[in-house]
Each structure stands twice: as C-alpha cells, then as structure tokens.
C-alpha cells in the first residue's frame, strides 16, 4: 500500500516537473527575417532585450533585463510569434526610441509600415511591459 502511493506521488511530480518545463519553454518571443515566420529567426526569453547595435565597450545591466547586442538584426524583422502570456514590443531606435509596436499575440507579417524597420525588440511574459 506504501508503495504504491509513493509510486504515485512520484508520477505526479514527474509530471507536473514536465508540463512545468513545456510552459517555460512556451515563454518565448521569436523574431524572423521574413514574413509568414521565414527566414533567421532568434528565439527571446522573459525579459531578453535584443539591442540591434553594436554591443558597448563596458556591459550595462539594468538588473532586470538581459541585453543582447546583435547588429545584424537591425531593421530586419518581418514577422513574429508570441508565446503564451507573452508580449513583444518593438522598437523603431535603441534605447526604446522612436515608434514602437507592442502585440500580444504571433503576426506572419508586421505590415509594410514595421517591415525592416524594429532595431530593439524585448520580449516580456511576466504579464506586462517594465516601464
């Protein structure tokens, strides 16, 4: 009878232990090169902010984000997905200059006004923006 409870304790905490992973691994933002998610694609995590720029000679931290310099990427985001309970927002400059575009939810397309024009994105899945 022991046994068999702890047989199932133990598979209920397996499970739970796996479904918990699979939400993490959910908490994403992914950007891609070209539409209808084609193209170079770069997976964010809960508070990753990719900087579009080169990074600077001294790393910054604002304590609760994770910059990401990637100078490649500028202005070549084309579409988007969002995980669950997840918003990205981009930016039109650094330093969360310019327009900006926030979404809750995956575009295969931004449309031609935000087509190669995002050189900051942050992805947040902690239920809204930290500023």
């Known amino acids: 009878m ?3 409870k702890l047989r199932i304790l133990i598979a209920g ?3 739970g232990l796996m479904v918990s992973a699979a ?3 959910n908490r994403t933002c992914t950007i891609y090169s070209d539409r209808d998610y084609g193209g170079s694609h770069w997976t964010l995590g809960h508070r990753d902010d990719m900087k579009m720029v080169n990074p600077p000679e001294f790393g910054i931290s604002d304590g609760i984000h994770r ?3 990637e100078p490649s990427w500028n ?3 084309s579409s988007f997905k969002v995980g669950r309970g997840c918003t990205i927002t981009l930016w039109e400059h650094v330093e969360r200059g310019g327009h900006h575009f926030r979404s809750g ?3 295969s397309y931004v449309g ?3 087509n190669d024009r995002a050189s ?7 239920g809204g923006a930290n500023y």
Do not use: P
């Open 2 to 4: 022991k046994q068999a």
């Open 13 to 15: 905490i397996t499970v």
């Open 23 to 25: 939400n993490a691994a």
């Open 67 to 69: 910059f990401i310099y």
């Open 75 to 77: 202005d070549k985001v």
């Open 105 to 107: 939810r995956s575009y």
């Open 112 to 114: 031609s006004g935000w």
């Open 120 to 126: 900051e994105a942050e992805c947040d899945c902690g």
